[in-house]
């Protein structure tokens, strides 16, 4: 039956096809606008979380080494306690040791990890308890001297808070990752400030994928989150510097970038040993609820020699950032900062990774710098740039989060001029470390586990192929008019068939539908009739310009496993579920053969007519 010259099937085919892509389109930005309503949502909360996180550090720490019930600024480094200040920590660690052990044991590690293993194993869900047992634990932790920053905890809570609010509404799977990384990168940019290195922060160790139904959500929760550390804590940069940088010469930026190099072997150093460590506190015949307070007395005495060790710390990027600090105490947070933080964190305890880090980085790089210009004095070195570029290079040798560490730096001090020494002091750190470490301080845990962590983000092979690159003209296409008898006889003779759908076409090539071999072989039918006659599934087919994503949709859709490819009405190829799965084996020969293979065969179509197998004079298109 014709309508303006056009089968009706076939109209209808196109036509139900093109309102299905729209109405997908449709839908998917209505979720997106969804989940990025949602994660704003968890943004504001987040930021008012994270700010009274930060009132609850300092009320620990007040009560803890002062005696006063404040809610103040304080620092443990002027205590007045002596030697009895390794109490104070091994108490902390006591407490934390007991609430993972009576609350929950996810609250222990600096919670980036945990999140990853959460997102890629568990379908992004997290205990709701982690919301208030995380940031309380951890404000007990840093609070009574231990080593850690605000932004692990705070990320590890934005990150319960998306998942458990993902677990009370009906959303995906999928979905419900973006969420739980819109509210971790969120608290990141609560604390720093740095909106654009937390939507990094979330591509590169969260969300492992770049699409806007991701990028937008996370990218509103962390503007929402800069605007509340701007609303909550205060106006400008957190680690503000007296003076603009100047440009660094080219002798400088080679400096810089071998001192990446230096940097990126400390990184592999510190991961090695800060899981040394942790293996080394799983052999003790000891539960592990005990671990933390043993750590607390590594935090205790080395804070007693090194009062500046003990607590958040962040002053002391600050001060090393100035570069007035005496080389004595540069030395101390390089070496025992290191020490305090990878015992207590290899303990179990519960804090973060990110500013200790970026302390014992900007420490060794102030070092560096020192070096460089008594060496070469007249190369425009200088002690700030060289505790910035320190800094970032230790925690993208590290962690691999090679953009988030140049564009933190950067967004933190305001420093424009040290893009290209961040740059190539980061691009060195990374590249040793790629090559001298399997994993990274945020994927060791999770490796171990049997986690396995995608590394690369590459185009989605079925998204840059097209039907028209993989169809075959080679194959049985079966015409309308043969009878269901003769079908069945011709195909008891066959060996090579596997498909469960036959395709079915008039003399002409014009497609009719899909025949499954369940309703050829119907006993019900009558063996006389057409195969004409018995065809339902008239409106499943793909266009030679559609990708093998929307294939691969249809197949699944309607559960068949062959698809003719349609032109102008005419069938013009067959893809077989065979042809993807030849994508992804030609995907593997790209990384890994070097030789070309160019086919120049052409194949031809076989078209059944009536027990006759006729050549049809369809060549693929090339």
Known sequence: MLHNGIPVSLSLSTTLQQENVHFKKKYHKQRTLRLSLIAVLIAICISFIAKLLVYLIDLITNIAFYGNFSIAHASPMHNAYGIFVVIVPIAGGLIVGLMALYGSKAIRGHGIPE????????????K??????????????????????AEGPIIATGGALGSTLGQIIKITPNERKILLAAGATAGMSAIFGSPLAAILLAIELLLFE????????????????????????EEGVVFPLASMLSAPSNYALLFYSVCGIVIGLISVFVTRIVYW????FEKLPIHWAWWPAIGGIAVGIVGFFAP?????????????????????????????????????LGSGTSGGTLAPLLTIGGATGALLGSIGMAWFPDAGINIPLSVLVGMSALFAGASRAFLTSIVFALETTGQSNALLPLLGTCTASYFTSFFLMEN???????ARRGVITPHSYEPDILEKTTVEQIATDQGIVLTDTMEIGEVRSWLATETELHSNYFIISDKEREYKGLLSSSNLFNSHHDIHKTIGSIVKRNNISVEPTQTLRKVVEIM???????????????????????????????????????QAHISLSRQRLKILVHGQKLVSAIKRKK
């Open 210 to 233: 770049f699409s806007a139904r991701s990028f937008i959500p996370v990218a509103l929760a962390c503007i929402t989150g800069a605007a509340g550390h701007h609303l909550l804590f």
């Open 277 to 280: 460590i942790e293996d080394a």
């Open 440 to 446: 990274t301080i945020m994927t060791e845990k999770i």
């Open 556 to 594: 699944a859709q309607d559960n068949v496993d062959i698809l003719p490819v349609v032109k102008d009405k005419k069938i013009i190829g067959i893809l077989t579920y065979q042809h993807i799965l030849s994508i992804y084996k030609n995907g593997i020969d790209e990384q890994e053969k070097k």
């Open 308 to 344: 500046r060790t003990l607590g958040v710390g962040y002053s002391n990027i600050t001060d090393l950032l100035s570069g007035t600090l005496p080389m004595q105490v540069v030395v101390s947070l390089c070496i025992l900062k290191f020490v305090s933080w990878a015992v207590s």
């Open 128 to 149: 709701p308890s982690i919301t208030y047992l995380k940031p309380l634990s951890a404000a007990i932790s840093i609070g009574t001297g231990g080593p850690f920053g």
């Open 115 to 126: 999140a990853m293993e959460q997102i890629l194993t568990n379908e992004s869900k997290i």
